[in-house]
């Protein structure tokens, strides 16, 4: 079992420029969830996805979105990227509630 | 929201010594977890606390649940440099939707 599953594992972008991450859950986890973790803070909840939907959302302007496939696969998309965006991006996945296993991350780095 | 506050934000220890780090929620905890996290990695899932007064061990790291104090304590016995990273508590929002929320942390450094 390869677990979460993260890509890439470090990108960098240009102010303005727009970026997409993308996350596998461990096997037989049909939740996604992403987070941004700022240097130094603890994990901010972006939004979940389940069946195909965004079910919730945390305090992010609308620049982030994101998408769940069939296969429970999930990309976070962030346009317009700010300085401010620069974190390490981390995905979680869940079955139905159980647990929560989270991925390696992807350092994204705006500049 | 659910706030979570981690006490001490980093620690300093010798190796072998003991040490205890604290989180306090400002509301119900429903389920209480503690994550490892190597500098710029992923989180490494630790325990789950769900139960007031529940106690859970592994290896030498205890965790304990003050449901009435809404407060969790991760205790390290006999630290080594394995230990060293930074160790954040989360908790759910009582829905069984795992939208944690987390304490912004605390680094742990083992000196051999």
């Known amino acids: 079992d390869a677990g979460v599953t993260q890509s890439p594992t470090h990108l960098i972008k240009t102010r303005g420029q727009q970026v997409t991450l993308r996350c596998s859950p461990k096997?037989?986890?049909?939740?996604v969830s992403w987070y941004q973790q700022a240097l130094g803070q603890g994990p901010q909840f972006i939004f979940q996805?389940?069946?195909?939907?965004?079910?919730q959302r945390g305090n992010f302007p609308d620049r982030f979105s994101g998408h769940q496939f069939p296969n429970y696969s999930s990309e976070l998309n962030v346009n317009a990227l700010l300085l401010g965006d620069s974190a390490l991006y981390l995905c979680?996945?869940?079955?139905?509630?159980?647990?929560?296993?989270f991925g390696q991350g992807t350092r994204l780095t705006v500049v | 929201s659910q706030e979570l506050e981690q006490s001490p934000q980093s620690l300093i220890v010798q190796e072998g010594k003991n040490l205890t780090i604290n989180c306090t929620s400002s509301?119900?905890?429903?389920?209480l977890y503690w994550y490892k996290q190597k500098y710029g990695e992923g989180l490494i899932f630790l325990m789950m606390?769900?139960?007031?007064?529940e106690e859970k061990s592994h290896e030498k790291i205890t965790a304990k649940l003050d449901e009435k104090k809404q407060q969790s304590s991760l205790h390290i016995t006999a630290s080594q440099p394995s230990h060293a990273g930074i160790y954040l508590c989360?908790?759910?929002?009582?829905?069984?939707?795992?939208?944690?929320?987390f304490g912004s942390g605390t680094k742990l450094n083992v000196k051999p």
């Open positions: 979680a996945s869940s079955f139905s509630g159980q647990g929560a296993f």
């Open positions: 096997s037989g986890h049909d939740t």
């Open positions: 996805y389940y069946e195909e939907e965004e079910r």
């Open positions: 509301k119900t905890l429903y389920g």
């Open positions: 606390l769900q139960k007031g007064g």
């Open positions: 989360g908790a759910d929002n009582g829905y069984n939707f795992n939208k944690f929320y």
